[in-house]
Structure formats: structure tokens, C-alpha cells
């Protein structure tokens, strides 16, 4: 199993859409290195959802429930999209800042490519969100 970190803005698609819709097709992606982790994903693979810019929080565990197929936004086959269903909310969101003060976590994606909106992550940084959320 893999484990990765999308980021979305919440006035866009929040994690309470998600959890209304019951899935959601992860596409409109156009940065290549970000592209290039959708088409690692496999299905069930674990994915945390990150509020950024207003919020700037884990807000939950997703899944990926099918791999990646071609973007249904883009005109282009080379982009692609997954599709994405919730598992369980956070207790309590992990903000930026917690991440940033944990030294476990200096080297995670979110810190070092902080642009980037589709990121793989450790088992044991997985591990570590996971646990400042519960």
C-alpha cells in the first residue's frame, strides 16, 4: 500500500463535499510531477485531504478507489485523473504549524514542495498525521 496527500481549496471541493458525495473524480491536475503520482496510485491506497491556502489542515483519510484513467477536464491524454472516496474525518484537523513544530516531519513533501498538490508520503509520516489527528 501506497500512502500520498492531495491538496485541495476548500471553497473549491472540501472535505464535507466529499463526504456528501461519496466520491469524487481527482482531476483538473496540470503539473507533471503531481500527474506523475496520480499514475502511482493504486486502488486503495491511503490519501490524506488538505484544506491549503484558507485553512491549511489535514482534514481527513480518503482511498482511492480506482487508478488513474484519463482526465475527463483535459483535452490532452497525457494528464489523468483518480477517483477518491472518504474513509473517516480527523478528529481534529492537523494545521500546518503542528506539522511544521514536529521535527519527525521535516522532511515531508508538504514542507519541501509546498506547490505541489498530489504528494507521496512515508509510512511513517502517514503514520505520524494520522496519529496528531486522532
Known amino acids: 500500500m501506497n500512502y500520498w ?13 466529499l463526504t456528501r458525495d461519496g466520491k469524487t473524480t481527482w482531476d483538473g491536475v496540470r503539473n507533471y510531477q503531481a500527474r506523475n503520482n ?6 486503495n491506497d491511503l490519501v490524506l485531504y488538505y484544506h491549503s ?22 483535452d490532452d491524454p497525457r494528464w489523468v485523473a483518480v477517483t477518491l472516496e472518504p474513509e473517516q474525518p480527523f478528529a481534529r484537523p492537523v494545521t500546518l504549524d503542528q506539522i511544521k513544530k514536529d521535527d519527525r516531519l521535516q522532511n515531508i513533501a508538504l514542507l519541501r514542495q509546498s506547490r505541489l498538490s498530489v504528494m507521496p508520503l512515508t509510512p511513517e509520516e502517514f503514520d505520524l498525521l494520522l496519529n496528531l489527528g486522532q
Open 5 to 17: 496527500l492531495v491538496k485541495t481549496e476548500p471553497e473549491k471541493y472540501a472535505w464535507t463535499d
Open 53 to 74: 491556502v484558507s485553512e491549511k489542515a489535514i482534514m481527513g483519510i480518503a482511498r482511492v478507489s480506482q487508478e488513474a484513467y484519463p482526465d475527463p477536464s483535459a
Open 38 to 43: 496520480l499514475q502511482k496510485m493504486q486502488a
